[in-house]
């Protein structure tokens, strides 16, 4: 099998063709992992994965994150706690069976309220509606790059607190004491510009809700954020993906966001998802 590497924008993504995740050699994983750790998203369509192919091919990247705490837990299908339900979907008892809903997911990167976030995430795709539940990403490493200078002074050197309070689909996770206040909430500190293991810089946000900007008052910090989440989502750093089925997905969760279209709830959304264990708490660039 010859592996083709397809960058999908200048900034962010690249679809891989010629490759069966369930049959990979060691040769088309070094060029899988290489394309993932230089466009920081890869796509791979067409596959055909049972949860333990996505397993299998998930461990060649490293040990795995258990699911993170969502609006009802951590919800995983029976005999396989490392995999994560993103589904509207409901069950005979008209509970979720998954997490996130039918409503939009607002850019985010994952877990980043842990002071070892995932290095990636994966999403499978099994269930698709007819329109809308795109997800979207952005390439921070170029956004990092494209920063402009009076922007890059107000962060450089700082770090940022990131909230875990809540998720992206805007709900709030389960046992956690609901607040507006960056400071009370649960999070984690990371850098503003990390050192990305490639070498290269990357701005890291984490979530818009509740995030604040150390060294500053409530308001100042609040206006550098619109500022900076304004130049991240501009168009020129963004890939927008519309899901066919078999497709999967996997970005690098720290030179990437993500978020996601809404759809029509009465319509089936099912992805499965894994996500990789941290191999080293993020870095500030200049450190
Ligand atoms: C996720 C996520 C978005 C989507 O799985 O972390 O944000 O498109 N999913 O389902
Ligand atoms: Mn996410």
Redesign the pocket.
């Known amino acids: 099998m010859s592996v083709t590497v397809r960058p999908v924008t200048d900034s962010v993504g690249a679809e891989i063709l010629g490759v069966d995740l369930a049959r990979l050699s060691d040769n088309d994983f070094t060029a899988v992992e290489w394309a993932w750790t230089e466009h920081s998203m890869i796509l791979l369509r067409g596959q055909t994965l049972r949860d333990d192919d996505l397993l299998a091919f998930s461990r060649r990247f490293g040990e795995l994150d258990p699911p993170p705490n969502q609006e009802r837990g951590r919800i995983s299908p029976p005999g396989y706690p490392d995999i994560y339900v993103?589904s509207n979907v409901l069950d005979a008892k008209g509970e979720p069976i998954g997490a996130?809903g039918a409503g939009e997911?607002v850019w985010?990167t994952?877990m980043s309220y842990l002071d070892t976030p995932p290095d990636a995430?994966m999403?499978y795709a099994l269930e698709i509606p007819p329109a809308g539940?795109n997800?979207w990403f952005c390439g921070m490493q170029a956004a990092c790059a494209a920063l402009p200078d009076d922007l890059r002074r107000r962060i450089e050197g700082r770090r940022i607190k990131h909230d875990g309070t809540y998720n992206?689909g805007g709900y709030l996770r389960k046992g956690v004491t609901p607040t507006d206040d960056p400071m009370a909430a649960p999070g984690a500190w990371h850098p503003a510009i990390l050192r990305h293991p490639n070498g290269r810089p990357t701005l890291y946000l984490g979530r818009r809700r509740n995030s604040y900007v150390e060294g500053y008052d409530r308001a100042e910090s609040d206006a550098l954020l619109e500022a900076l989440w304004a130049h991240v989502t501009e168009p020129r750093f963004v890939y927008e993906h519309a899901w066919r089925l078999g497709d999967l997905v996997m970005w690098d969760n720290r030179s990437t966001m993500?978020r996601?279209d809404p759809f029509d709830g009465a319509a089936r959304r099912v992805?499965h998802?894994t996500q990789i264990k941290g191999s080293a708490r993020p870095v500030a660039f200049a450190a």
Do not use: I, K, W
């Open positions: 993103v996130l997911a985010h994952d995430s999403l539940g997800t992206s993500h996601r992805m998802r």
